[in-house]
T-cell receptor, first 109, second 113 residues
Framework: GQNIDQPTEMTATEGAIVQINCTYQTSGFNGLFWYQQHAGEAPTFLSYNVLDGLEEKGRFSSFLSRSKGYSYLLLKELQMKDSASYLCAVWDTGTALIFGKGTTLSVSS | SQTIHQWPATLVQPVGSPLSLECTVEGTSNPNLYWYRQAAGRGLQLLFYSVGIGQISSEVPQNLSASRPQDRQFILSSKKLLLSDSGFYLC????????????FGEGSWLTVV
């Protein structure tokens, strides 16, 4: 079967660093994606990993370990506008992206 | 550049009424098209996907249907809505090669009363 797990909620303060974990169990693997979704809006693409290792893009980084079925999204220098849900998604056997339920991040001052 | 639009943005429909949500993509040809639904407290659920005109695959059994009458047009329909159909409906696309980033439309909020 397909299973993508991530924490439901996380809290952090402005300027801090937060790591959002994602574990997956899928019948196939063709890449892992992270999306950001602000309340009431559509998800927007953040990052993509298909090989093991760290991908850095500004304040955001994403890590993948295929052997462990594990990824994390690292957000640095948190800002209030980073308060949102973060969705982990996996390309399984090629039909479409399969999404986790998302992690709601609340950033306080 | 490519853009995706869907409408209407918000609608309130009575139980048993029909539904039609429309989505169009501009700036690309032969896209893969998707309909997802996001219900409260649940993740994004894939409903339908299409790799070409008239080609529709359904991921879950339900009282919804999808059609693709033109290359860049994707329509989600229902003949009789249920309360459980309430949610946030998202159209999405990616390039014909598949297995790459998908991009979402603005979303449509459906409340069935």
């Amino acid at each position: 079967g397909q299973n993508i797990d991530q924490p439901t909620e996380m809290t952090a303060t402005e300027g801090a660093i937060v790591q959002i974990n994602c574990t997956y169990q899928t019948s196939g693997f063709n890449g892992l994606f992270w999306y950001q979704q602000h309340a009431g809006e559509a998800p927007t693409f953040l990052s993509y990993n298909v090989l093991d290792g760290l991908e850095e893009k500004g304040r955001f980084s994403s890590f993948l370990s295929r052997s462990k079925g594990y990824s994390y999204l690292l957000l640095k220098e948190l800002q209030m506008k980073d308060s949102a849900s973060y969705l982990c998604a996996v390309w399984d056997t090629g039909t479409a992206l399969i999404f986790g339920k998302g992690t709601t991040l609340s950033v306080s001052s | 550049s490519q853009t995706i639009h869907q409408w209407p943005a918000t609608l309130v429909q009575p139980v048993g009424s029909p539904l039609s949500l429309e989505c169009t993509v501009e700036g690309t040809s032969n896209p893969n098209l998707y309909w997802y639904r996001q219900a409260a407290g649940r993740g994004l659920q894939l409903l339908f996907y299409s790799v070409g005109i008239g080609q529709i695959s359904s991921e879950v059994p339900q009282n919804l249907s999808a059609s693709r009458p033109q290359d860049r047009q994707f329509i989600l329909s229902s003949k009789k809505l249920l309360l459980s159909d309430s949610g946030f409906y998202l159209c999405a696309w990616n390039s014909g090669q598949g297995l790459n980033t998908i991009y979402f439309g603005e979303g449509s909020w459906l409340t069935v009363v």
